[in-house]
């Protein structure tokens, strides 16, 4: 059995795509990360801060993007996802995995909170190295590890997607944008987004959010 604990509009979001994209079945856990009083202190048994994703498989809690997205792809080979070991994809895969958690996303949190730090401050650096390190690979090649689609591409694909669409924090480099229409209608990402919104509906503060907006 395969439990997924997620909020709709989060972090958790890429990994509901990638669940998507591996036709698996699981079952789907929501965490009100939004609730008024916090999250209970039960869920912390399974996810440490409180957070969304994280999983359970076969009684084995998996808790950080990088981390599920690895045992995931590894765990349902059909799909494809994963290079395997000796593929020369298999590498730039990995790094992109842990790169999208570790440098990613905290270097572009840090920009739109507005920090002012030197790049040697913290062990993601800077922004703008964030930055045009991906537009680099972008340009370089079609998807996150090579020339084909990954798993690595649903996480580095929602990072990019929200950040600059979004948030707008992210700026709308040609390589983004090219990526993302290569990504975006994907079949699977296209059903995660459709079950993202009608949970998000059906979630307090956004029915908050909305009417207020009305």
Not at 170 to 194: G, I
Request: aromatic residues 12%; charged residues 25%.
């Amino acid at each position: 059995m395969l439990k997924f604990y997620h909020a709709p509009w989060s972090r958790s979001s890429s990994v509901l795509w990638l669940l998507e994209e591996l036709g698996v079945d699981y079952e789907l856990v929501e965490i009100d990360i939004r609730q008024e009083g916090g999250v209970p202190e039960e869920y912390r048994k399974i996810q440490p801060n409180k957070k969304v994703p994280a999983i359970e498989h076969d009684g084995i809690v998996i808790t950080e993007r990088a981390a599920i997205t690895t045992y995931l792809a590894d765990a349902f080979p059909d799909a494809g996802l994963a290079p395997q070991i000796g593929d020369p994809m298999r590498g730039p895969y990995l790094s992109m995995l842990v790169y999208c958690d570790s440098v990613f996303d905290p270097a572009l949190s840090a920009h739109a909170q507005g920090w002012k730090y030197g790049g040697n401050s913290f062990s993601f650096g800077t922004f703008d190295d964030m930055v045009n390190y991906v537009d680099r690979i972008l340009t370089e090649r079609p998807y996150a590890a090579g020339d084909r689609f990954t798993a690595a591409d649903v996480q580095l694909g929602s990072s990019i997607g929200y950040t600059m669409e979004n948030l707008k924090a992210l700026p709308q480099r040609p390589s983004f944008l090219a990526y993302m229409d290569r990504l975006r209608d994907r079949p699977a990402n296209l059903r995660a987004a459709q079950k993202d919104q009608e949970m998000a509906m059906k979630t307090p503060f956004f029915q908050k959010q909305f009417a207020s907006q009305g």
